[in-house]
């Protein structure tokens, strides 16, 4: 069993930036962050797999977001610059053990969830 937990999140102005990150207490193959505004589905926004470093966007926040990964510290990070309010949104940090994940990380069902961490952008 990992948990997730995450921190960073925030209220900023359109055009700022914040840093999300994910502490995890066990090792994992593949982590990432999911969003969900009100009323809408929850996507998938950026993930990476552990062993290659290979990593998954979403097309609406290719350029703008970063993804990495500290693994002495086992923690997930997400670098989001240029915010607009179409980016707010509660945040979920995701990870999964199983290392086919990182074969398919814009689609795989990832097993373990954090509880969010809300992310507001205003105009």
């Known amino acids: 069993q990992v948990q997730l937990v995450e921190s960073g999140g925030g209220s900023v102005q359109a055009g700022g930036s914040l840093r999300l990150s994910c502490a995890a207490s066990?090792?994992?193959?593949?982590m990432g962050w999911f969003r969900q505004a009100p009323g809408k589905a929850r996507d998938r926004v950026a993930v990476i797999g552990r062993r290659a470093g290979n990593t998954w966007y979403a097309d609406y926040v290719k350029e703008r977001f970063s993804i990495s990964q500290d693994y002495a510290k086992n923690t997930l990070y997400l670098q989001m610059n240029s915010l607009n309010p179409e980016d707010t949104a509660m945040y979920y940090c995701?990870?999964?053990?199983?290392?086919?994940?990182?074969?398919?990380?814009?689609?795989?069902?990832?097993?373990?969830w954090g509880q969010g961490t809300q992310v507001t952008v205003s105009s």
């Open positions: 995701a990870a999964d053990d199983r290392a086919r994940c990182s074969l398919f990380l814009g689609t795989w069902p990832y097993n373990y």
């Open positions: 066990g090792y994992t193959y593949c």
